[in-house]
C-alpha cells in the first residue's frame, strides 16, 4: 500500500495515523521530539529537526504524499520536501497562516471580515497603532502563537509598553477587541478534484486561551450557517487547498457575513474538529487522508448531538469516572508526563439523536 509521510507526531498525527491505517495507508512520522504520540500508531518514526534537510528528503523519498499536523516548518525545509514529493495542503495554504499579518491581509482581500488589526515593531508603533485601532485591543506574536500563547491584552493605552515586553522582541500584531457573543468554527474538506464538503460548525468554549469543549449544534441563525460554510468554500477555492482546514469565527451581532468575523484559519485538523469522531460517519481525519490521497470525500453529514470536552493536565484523572459514562468516548493520546496546560486527551458526549 502507499505511505503517507506526515510532519509532526503529536495527538493530531496520532489520529490522523489511525485514519490511515483503516484505509489501508501506512504512515511514516517526522517528529523532532522523542516518543511522539503518533509513534504508538505509525509504521515508522522519523527523529530529526525540521532543519535536517538530508533527514527530510530521505522522509520524502520514503513516502508518496507529504502532509502536516505542524504548520511552523521552515521555507527551506518545505522546499527540500516539495522537490521529490507533493505537499498537502500546499505551500501557500501553509505560508498564509503561518504569519498572521498574511492571513488577515489574505482574508480581507477575499472580502471577509477580520479584527482591525496593524503591525507591531516596537513601542511606537504599538503606540500608533492603538491611536488608529483603539482599545480593548490585544497584542499577538505574528509567529508561533497557540494556546493563547504570546498574547497581551491591553486594556488602555497605559499597558502598552508592559504588551510589548511580553513580546519579547518578537514582530507583533494589534488586533481590535472583538465584543462578541460566542466563538464557533467550520471544519471543512476540499478534495484533490476541487470538491468541498463541510461539517457542522460546532461552538468553542475557551480556558485560560486553551480550547476546553465544542458543543453540536453551535448557537447560529439559518443565515449565519450557511454564511459559515461559504465563507470555509471561499477560503479552500482560493487556496486551491487540498486537506481539512479549521476556520474560527466571531459571532457578532452585527457586521459583514452577517456577523462572523474570521479569527484564524489552521491549514490542518482542528481541535475544534474531535466531534465529528462521534458525530459523523467520516470523520476530520478520515476526510483528511481521504483529501491528501486523492480519494472521494465523506460528506460531512451529521448524526447526533455531541459535546468534545478536553482532557487537560489533571482532568485526565477523570477517566476511571468518565470510563462509567456509557455514551462517552474516551481519546487518550498516550503522553506519558501530565503537565499543566497540556492536552491529555479528549472525550466525545454523545448527547442525544439529532437537534
Ligand atoms: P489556537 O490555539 O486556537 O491556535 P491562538 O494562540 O492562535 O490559539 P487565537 O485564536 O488568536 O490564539 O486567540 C485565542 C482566543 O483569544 C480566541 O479564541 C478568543 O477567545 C480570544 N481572542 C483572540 N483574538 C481576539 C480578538 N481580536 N478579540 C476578542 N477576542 C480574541
Ligand atoms: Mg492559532
Ligand atoms: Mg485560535
Redesign the pocket.
Known amino acids: 500500500g502507499a505511505t503517507i509521510g506526515i510532519l509532526g507526531g503529536g495527538q493530531l498525527g496520532r489520529m490522523l495515523s489511525v485514519a490511515a491505517s483503516r484505509l489501508g495507508f501506512q504512515c511514516h512520522i517526522y517528529e523532532p521530539g522523542a516518543a511522539p504520540p503518533a509513534g504508538h500508531v505509525a509504521a515508522r518514526v522519523t527523529t530529526a529537526p525540521y532543519n535536517d534537510l538530508d533527514a527530510l528528503r530521505a522522509f520524502a523519498q520514503s513516502v508518496d504524499v507529504i502532509t502536516y499536523e505542524f504548520e511552523n516548518v521552515p521555507t527551506a525545509s518545505l522546499d527540500a520536501l516539495e522537490a521529490i514529493r507533493p505537499i498537502r495542503p500546499n505551500r501557500r495554504a501553509l505560508a498564509v497562516s503561518q504569519e498572521r499579518i498574511a492571513e488577515k491581509d489574505f482574508l480581507t482581500g477575499l472580502g471577509l471580515s477580520t479584527?482591525p488589526y496593524a503591525r507591531v515593531t516596537d513601542l511606537a508603533t504599538l503606540n500608533a497603532a492603538i491611536e488608529r485601532i483603539g482599545t480593548p485591543a490585544?497584542l499577538?506574536t505574528t509567529r508561533l502563537?497557540?494556546?493563547?500563547?504570546g498574547?497581551a491584552r491591553i486594556m488602555t493605552p497605559a499597558d502598552a509598553p508592559a504588551a510589548w515586553e511580553a513580546m519579547n522582541g518578537a514582530e507583533a500584531v494589534l488586533?481590535?477587541?472583538?465584543d462578541?457573543s460566542h466563538?464557533v468554527s467550520v471544519i471543512a474538506a476540499r478534495g484533490l478534484d476541487g470538491s468541498v464538503a463541510c461539517y457542522d460548525p460546532g461552538e468553542n468554549v475557551?480556558r485560560a486561551?486553551i480550547l476546553h469543549t465544542t458543543t453540536l449544534p453551535a448557537r447560529l441563525s439559518p443565515g449565519q450557517r450557511t454564511d459559515a460554510v461559504l465563507i470555509a468554500a471561499r477560503i479552500l477555492n482560493a487556496l486551491d487547498y487540498v486537506g481539512v482546514l479549521g476556520v474560527?469565527l466571531?459571532v457578532t451581532p452585527q457586521g459583514q457575513t452577517g456577523g462572523l468575523i474570521v479569527?484564524?484559519i489552521a491549514p490542518r485538523v482542528h481541535n475544534s474538529g474531535h466531534w465529528t469522531q462521534a458525530g459523523c460517519a467520516v470523520d476530520q481525519f478520515e476526510q483528511h487522508i481521504r483529501a491528501i490521497a486523492g480519494w472521494p470525500l465523506g460528506d460531512g453529514t451529521r448524526y447526533a448531538d455531541v459535546v468534545m470536552e478536553n482532557l487537560i493536565g489533571d482532568d485526565v484523572a477523570q477517566v476511571p469516572d468518565l470510563a462509567r459514562e456509557r455514551n462517552t468516548q474516551i481519546h487518550l493520546y498516550g503522553k506519558a508526563e501530565v503537565k499543566p496546560g497540556r492536552k491529555m486527551g479528549h472525550v466525545n458526549r454523545v448527547i442525544r439523536g439529532l437537534t
Open positions: 479584527a490585544i499577538k502563537g497557540y494556546d493563547g500563547k498574547q488586533e481590535g477587541f472583538i462578541f466563538e475557551h486561551g474560527e466571531f479569527n484564524e
